[in-house]
């Protein structure tokens, strides 16, 4: 118990270190145009990431499903929420840029 508690300090320390050292001078970023684009590119990368998970529980299902329907079906079902959250990440960029088009920034 004692070492994955000094583990965890030691992983959390080095997060602070990291996010400390990378942050640099103290910069405001409240300009609209930044802030949209931070906020694209972390909408992209969780709609990539949860994509990536669908595809890997659908071809985990469709590998075991030993020939069962419903566990095919399952996995079809995850192949095609994957493909929807991928389409979702690549159009995101679209939107936010149609939606600054609009704000007028």
Known sequence: MAASGVLLTGVTTGLLILLVAGAGPAAAVNDLPTIVGNIRNWIMGLLAALATLFLT???????????????????????????????????????LTVLKSIIGS
């Open 57 to 95: 529980i659908g071809g985990v299902r469709y590998l075991m499903a030993g020939g069962d329907p419903s566990e095919v079906e399952r996995a079809k079902a995850a192949f095609r929420s994957a493909a929807i959250g991928y389409v979702l990440a690549v159009i995101a960029p679209v939107v």
